[in-house]
Every structure is written in C-alpha cells, then in structure tokens.
C-alpha cells in the first residue's frame, strides 16, 4: 500500500513537473518557429512507451521530485540538476515530459506507470534497510 501511496503521490507531483525541461526545449524552438507544427503533431507520432521506459522515467521522477523539493537549490540549479537527473536515467528531458504528459490522461500508461514505481523500493524502506545495516555492524564491531 505504501509503494502505491509512494507512487500516486509522485504521480502527482509529476504534474507539475513536465514543464522543468521546456526551458531547454523553448531554446530551438525559438531559433526555428517553422518548426513548431511538427513539433507539436510529434507527440501523437510518437513511439510505444516501453516498460524499460516507464522504469527510467520511475527513477528520474523519484529524483526529480527529490531535486523539486531542494531548498537549498535555486530554481536555475534546480532545472540543471533535474535535466542531469532525467539523463542520467538514459531518457532525454522530452521523452520524460512525454511521458508525464501522457499518463496525466492515458488510464492504461498511468496503471502501468503505477506498476513501474511499484517495483522500486519504497524510499523509507531503502533508508531503515540503510540505517539497521549501520546498526548491526555498530553491533558487530562492539561485540
């Protein structure tokens, strides 16, 4: 129950979160106005979204999120740091707000997108597993 709260409320989030990379998507649009019709016919041309996808976008979104709630970032290193973040989960930032996009309408993506969040480790779960590993080996060491 707790991955699945853990995922609604990312999925939430998330909502908000698609615009994080149109700063670097507005650069060439810019630069190319002729463009933006086939721009914005693209997403409905798009690719299937594969569940390897769903998983990178799981962990890209769970640091994003991370990252969104930084205080002590300001909002242009908040914008570096969640483009690295989407990167380094191997999507690109318009892929990942494809993505977020989609599932805000598509019921199918959004459940399967809740299965991918499913299959990652809760993050309280990741941190008491963290800290009773410490624990032991305190004991360990002192006994």
Same mark, same amino acid.
């Given at each position: 129950?707790?991955?699945?709260?853990?995922? $609604?409320?990312?999925?939430? +989030?998330?909502?908000?979160? &698609? *615009?994080?990379?149109? =700063?670097?998507?507005? *650069? &060439?649009?810019?630069?190319? &106005? $002729?463009?933006?019709?086939?721009?914005?016919?693209?997403?409905?041309?798009?690719? &299937?979204?594969?569940?390897?996808?769903?998983?990178?976008?799981?962990?890209? =979104?769970?640091?994003?999120?991370?990252?969104?709630?930084? *205080? +002590?970032?300001?909002?242009?290193?908040?914008? =570096?740091?969640?483009?690295?973040?989407?990167?380094? #989960?191997?999507?690109?930032?318009?892929?990942?707000?494809?993505?977020?996009?989609?599932?805000? #309408?598509?019921?199918?993506?959004?459940?399967?997108?809740?299965?991918?969040?499913?299959?990652?480790?809760?993050?309280?779960?990741?941190?008491?597993?963290? =800290?009773?590993?410490?624990?032991?080996?305190?004991?360990?060491?002192?006994?």
């Amino acid at each position: 129950m707790k991955k699945f709260l853990t995922a $609604a409320t990312l999925a939430g +989030t998330l909502a908000a979160t &698609p *615009a994080f990379a149109q =700063a670097e998507a507005a *650069a &060439p649009a810019a630069e190319a &106005p $002729a463009a933006a019709p086939a721009a914005e016919a693209a997403p409905e041309a798009a690719a &299937p979204i594969t569940d390897a996808e769903l998983d990178q976008f799981a962990g890209a =979104a769970i640091k994003v999120n991370e990252i969104a709630q930084d *205080a +002590t970032l300001d909002a242009e290193g908040k914008q =570096a740091a969640m483009v690295t973040a989407v990167q380094a #989960s191997g999507l690109d930032a318009v892929r990942f707000n494809e993505i977020a996009s989609k599932s805000q #309408s598509d019921e199918t993506l959004k459940g399967r997108l809740a299965e991918a969040f499913a299959r990652r480790p809760a993050p309280e779960a990741t941190a008491t597993a963290a =800290a009773e590993g410490e624990t032991a080996t305190d004991e360990q060491a002192g006994g």
